[in-house]
């Protein structure tokens, strides 16, 4: 049987799966933050890496070095008069931002900018909106302005050009002058990385792009060089936003499209482990160190967007899972609002000084700290047994709050505030996405996830939380979960007539034919999938994903596109509008090929019908008005229909299940604990 490897590497650690067919070994290590390829090959030569068939790989590496602004030095090229695009977005505030006259971008002048006024340049040229030359390139004033920048020693360059999303010549002799001026730096150009309508959108995600280049190019080939070291001869590949898969070749040539692989591979692992389950329907939350991120899976595909801000209006325009991020983690801190309400999260302590009970420096309570003095958390075992947690700092940092609630009120009012800032998030998710949450299960993973999301059930009428197989490290078997994907889009305004089928027809074939070249060998394997974004006319926005048909794009194609534009936007909305004309924006290419995924395998059957036995009680505080006597079991004990009632607790290595009173777990097919009321067990 092949042998896969998942690598998830997030900012403090690093998570692995090694899975051969039914058998899942897991490993974390610590993340080097200042050489994070580091940290990862020691993993790999934990996780042996040899002869290993595939190494899917995921991080928020650039994510985090965008957010923290630890950027290289990059310039951007524009149409003469538009410098200030990038600075400009959308025109548009937060809703909390309407009333405040100094609200600014994080990203523009006033805060801190991805590309700095001097180094964004305008060049002379212009094209129509249909791509017809209005004004040559004016290569001599192209080439002043690059000179500029090879003695500001820019390390990038991002180019966008007015509507060259239509017509790329002129980004594509820009880009030669930028290798005969500067060099061999990296260098993005729109009509590559992102050839939508939209010049802002794409001004900002060819800037992200070209910013990856520099983060994750050295970092990919020095991977690659140690994995090979270490014996590994399989292939490299990178999940992208939508957690799919790329060779690493491919990633690395637009890798603005991995930027938020980790949180989409959580949401892909739900989507499989629902598939291997019977369960096409589920609420994903990931509740880690910092923030709980929510995500939905209907008929066992996950929710998907054209794009995703990375900071309010700093767009990347690429296929991503769409995820929620609250700030309620085990590291949220509990705090004393002006009127005296207790408060957790959004801030966190993160893991330097991290929760008070860490003993390293933090004197503010956080949710592990709830957690730890509630007796749920063992300090003895934490993480594995690798570190120990100190319960009377926990102590300490809540008696230090500046509140008139006695000590045990303190801690149960701050356990039920961070469970409810979750149900406010999902509340929002499902309230966006028409979920009725009825039908829905809740996934609970991530390190901080079982052990707080199952007393959801107490306000939620969902049909029930389950807890995953390994779910401290579940985001990494999201990477051994899904195929390769390769995606592709071009934007061309085009009333859906007869008369369009021939430029349409254009369009895919050319995506095709340019797809078909870069999957080589796999070309003939792969699925491929037509879809487009259209909207009715005079509309502003676009409706995603219309199912397209494949083959020549015919008048009576185009007929069907017309017909499944208005089914589609019937669905999505609710309301039908056949006799408007039907506008196409965008048209999507994907193909995709197969790959091995992990398998969950069926828990061996208790003998004889012995109930399982737990290994020892607790006594669980601050929960509620009285302390309660429960029943702790550890995972690797439990068998398939094995029947757990609450008050109880679950241990393993990595994460702990709490089962609240009134609520039963039993153990399925897949090894996953299934969390609901007692009377509807």
Same mark, same amino acid.
């Given at each position: 049987?092949?042998?896969?490897?998942?690598?998830?590497?997030?900012?403090?650690?690093?998570?692995?799966?090694?899975?051969?067919?039914?058998?899942?070994?897991?490993?974390?290590? &610590?993340?080097?933050?200042?050489?994070?390829?580091?940290?990862?090959?020691?993993?790999?030569?934990?996780?042996?890496?040899?002869?290993?068939?595939?190494?899917?790989?995921?991080?928020?590496?650039?994510?985090?070095?965008?957010?923290?602004?630890?950027?290289?030095?990059?310039?951007?090229?524009?149409?003469?008069?538009?410098?200030?695009?990038?600075?400009?977005?959308?025109?548009?505030? &937060?809703?909390?931002?309407?009333?405040?006259?100094?609200?600014?971008?994080?990203?523009?002048?006033?805060?801190?900018?991805?590309?700095?006024?001097?180094?964004?340049?305008?060049?002379?040229?212009?094209?129509?909106?249909?791509?017809?030359?209005?004004?040559?390139?004016?290569?001599?004033?192209?080439?002043?302005?690059?000179?500029?920048?090879?003695?500001?020693?820019?390390?990038?360059?991002?180019?966008?050009?007015?509507?060259?999303?239509?017509?790329?010549?002129?980004?594509?002799?820009?880009?030669?002058?930028?290798?005969?001026?500067?060099?061999?730096?990296?260098?993005?150009?729109?009509?590559?990385?992102?050839?939508?309508?939209?010049? *802002?959108?794409?001004?900002?995600?060819?800037?992200?792009?070209?910013?990856?280049?520099?983060?994750?190019?050295?970092?990919?080939?020095?991977?690659?060089?140690?994995?090979?070291?270490?014996?590994?001869?399989?292939?490299?590949?990178?999940?992208?936003?939508?957690?799919?898969?790329?060779?690493?070749?491919?990633?690395?040539?637009?890798?603005?499209?991995?930027?938020?692989?980790?949180?989409?591979?959580?949401?892909?692992?739900?989507?499989?482990?629902?598939?291997?389950?019977?369960?096409?329907?589920?609420?994903?939350?990931?509740?880690?160190?910092?923030?709980?991120?929510?995500?939905?899976?209907?008929?066992?595909?996950?929710?998907?967007?054209?794009?995703?801000?990375?900071?309010?209006?700093?767009?990347?325009?690429?296929?991503?899972?769409?995820?929620?991020?609250?700030?309620?983690?085990?590291?949220?801190?509990?705090?004393?609002?002006?009127?005296?309400?207790?408060?957790?999260?959004?801030?966190?302590?993160?893991?330097?000084?991290?929760?008070?009970?860490?003993?390293?420096?933090?004197?503010?309570?956080?949710?592990?700290?709830?957690?730890?003095?509630?007796?749920?958390?063992?300090?003895?075992?934490?993480?594995?047994?690798?570190?120990?947690?100190?319960?009377?700092?926990?102590?300490?940092?809540?008696?230090?709050?500046?509140?008139?609630?006695?000590?045990?009120?303190?801690?149960?009012?701050?356990?039920?505030?961070?469970?409810?800032?979750?149900?406010?998030?999902?509340?929002?998710?499902?309230?966006?996405?028409?979920?009725?949450?009825?039908? *829905?299960?809740?996934?609970?993973?991530?390190?901080?996830?079982?052990?707080?999301?199952?007393?959801?059930?107490?306000?939620?009428?969902?049909?029930?939380?389950?807890?995953?197989?390994?779910?401290?490290?579940?985001?990494?078997?999201?990477?051994?979960?899904?195929?390769?994907?390769?995606?592709?889009?071009?934007?061309? *305004?085009?009333?859906?007539?007869?008369?369009?089928?021939?430029?349409?027809?254009?369009?895919?074939?050319?995506?095709?034919?340019?797809?078909?070249?870069?999957?080589? +060998?796999?070309?003939?394997?792969?699925?491929?999938?037509?879809?487009?974004?259209?909207?009715?006319?005079?509309?502003?926005?676009?409706?995603?994903?219309?199912?397209?048909?494949?083959?020549?794009?015919?008048?009576?194609?185009?007929?069907?596109?017309? +017909?499944?534009?208005?089914?589609?936007?019937?669905?999505?909305?609710?309301?039908?509008?056949?006799?408007?004309?039907?506008?196409?924006?965008?048209?999507?290419?994907?193909?995709?090929?197969?790959?091995?995924?992990?398998?969950?395998?069926?828990?061996?059957?208790?003998?004889?019908?012995?109930?399982?036995?737990?290994?020892?009680?607790?006594?669980?505080? *601050?929960?509620?008005?009285?302390?309660?006597?429960?029943?702790?079991?550890?995972?690797?004990?439990?068998?398939?229909?094995?029947?757990?009632?609450?008050?109880?607790?679950?241990?393993?290595?990595?994460?702990?299940?709490?089962?609240?009173?009134?609520?039963?777990?039993?153990?399925?097919?897949?090894?996953?604990?299934?969390?609901?009321?007692?009377?509807?067990?």
């Amino acid at each position: 049987m092949k042998t896969l490897i998942g690598v998830d590497v997030g900012g403090t650690f690093t998570d692995i799966v090694r899975v051969t067919g039914n058998e899942v070994e897991t490993i974390k290590v &610590p993340t080097d933050a200042a050489e994070t390829h580091s940290g990862v090959l020691r993993g790999a030569a934990e996780a042996r890496v040899a002869g290993v068939a595939a190494f899917n790989h995921a991080s928020t590496h650039g994510l985090n070095a965008i957010l923290t602004r630890k950027l290289p030095k990059v310039a951007f090229l524009t149409t003469y008069g538009h410098r200030d695009l990038l600075e400009m977005g959308r025109a548009a505030k &937060p809703a909390e931002a309407n009333t405040d006259p100094h609200w600014r971008r994080t990203f523009s002048d006033a805060g801190k900018p991805i590309v700095p006024r001097y180094l964004r340049r305008g060049v002379v040229e212009r094209l129509s909106a249909t791509g017809g030359i209005v004004v040559e390139l004016d290569e001599e004033q192209a080439r002043r302005e690059l000179e500029v920048l090879r003695r500001c020693d820019v390390e990038g360059v991002a180019i966008c050009l007015l509507h060259s999303y239509v017509n790329g010549a002129h980004e594509r002799r820009l880009a030669e002058l930028v290798r005969e001026v500067l060099g061999d730096v990296p260098c993005s150009i729109s009509s590559e990385v992102s050839p939508l309508a939209l010049e *802002y959108a794409r001004a900002s995600t060819t800037t992200i792009d070209v910013l990856c280049k520099i983060i994750y190019g050295s970092y990919s080939e020095r991977l690659a060089a140690g994995l090979s070291e270490l014996g590994f001869t399989g292939e490299l590949s990178f999940a992208d936003c939508a957690a799919t898969l790329a060779p690493v070749e491919l990633a690395m040539a637009q890798p603005s499209r991995i930027l938020f692989s980790g949180p989409a591979a959580g949401t892909m692992a739900c989507a499989h482990l629902g598939s291997s389950i019977g369960a096409p329907d589920l609420l994903c939350a990931d509740v880690g160190g910092t923030s709980c991120d929510i995500s939905v899976v209907t008929g066992h595909q996950p929710v998907v967007k054209t794009s995703f801000d990375i900071e309010y209006d700093l767009v990347v325009s690429t296929l991503s899972n769409e995820i929620v991020s609250v700030g309620a983690g085990g590291g949220s801190i509990v705090r004393v609002s002006p009127v005296g309400e207790l408060e957790v999260g959004p801030e966190s302590a993160g893991a330097d000084p991290g929760p008070a009970c860490y003993a390293r420096g933090g004197a503010e309570p956080t949710t592990t700290d709830i957690f730890l003095l509630t007796g749920i958390l063992d300090g003895e075992r934490f993480a594995g047994g690798r570190s120990r947690l100190d319960p009377a700092l926990s102590r300490k940092a809540f008696e230090n709050l500046e509140c008139r609630f006695d000590f045990g009120d303190r801690v149960r009012f701050a356990y039920q505030t961070a469970v409810n800032n979750i149900v406010e998030g999902i509340t929002e998710v499902v309230v966006k996405n028409g979920v009725d949450v009825r039908e *829905y299960s809740l996934v609970a993973f991530g390190a901080a996830g079982p052990m707080t999301l199952p007393a959801l059930l107490e306000q939620m009428p969902l049909k029930s939380v389950i807890v995953p197989p390994h779910p401290g490290l579940f985001s990494a078997l999201g990477l051994v979960s899904t195929d390769q994907v390769h995606s592709d889009r071009r934007s061309a *305004y085009r009333l859906l007539t007869p008369e369009a089928a021939a430029d349409i027809d254009a369009i895919y074939r050319r995506m095709e034919e340019a797809m078909r070249d870069s999957l080589g +060998a796999d070309a003939d394997a792969a699925e491929y999938v037509r879809t487009f974004d259209g909207q009715l006319v005079g509309q502003v926005w676009d409706t995603p994903f219309v199912p397209a048909p494949s083959g020549p794009v015919t008048p009576e194609a185009v007929e069907r596109m017309i +017909a499944n534009f208005h089914d589609h936007y019937e669905q999505k909305c609710g309301n039908r509008f056949p006799q408007n004309p039907v506008m196409g924006v965008t048209y999507r290419l994907h193909a995709v090929v197969p790959t091995d995924k992990v398998e969950f395998p069926v828990p061996p059957r208790r003998a004889g019908g012995d109930a399982v036995r737990p290994a020892r009680t607790a006594t669980l505080r *601050y929960l509620g008005p009285e302390d309660l006597e429960a029943n702790e079991y550890e995972r690797a004990d439990l068998m398939l229909g094995d029947l757990v009632a609450g008050p109880a607790v679950i241990r393993e290595p990595l994460c702990t299940t709490y089962v609240p009173p009134a609520m039963t777990a039993t153990v399925g097919n897949a090894g996953e604990i299934v969390i609901r009321r007692r009377e509807e067990s």
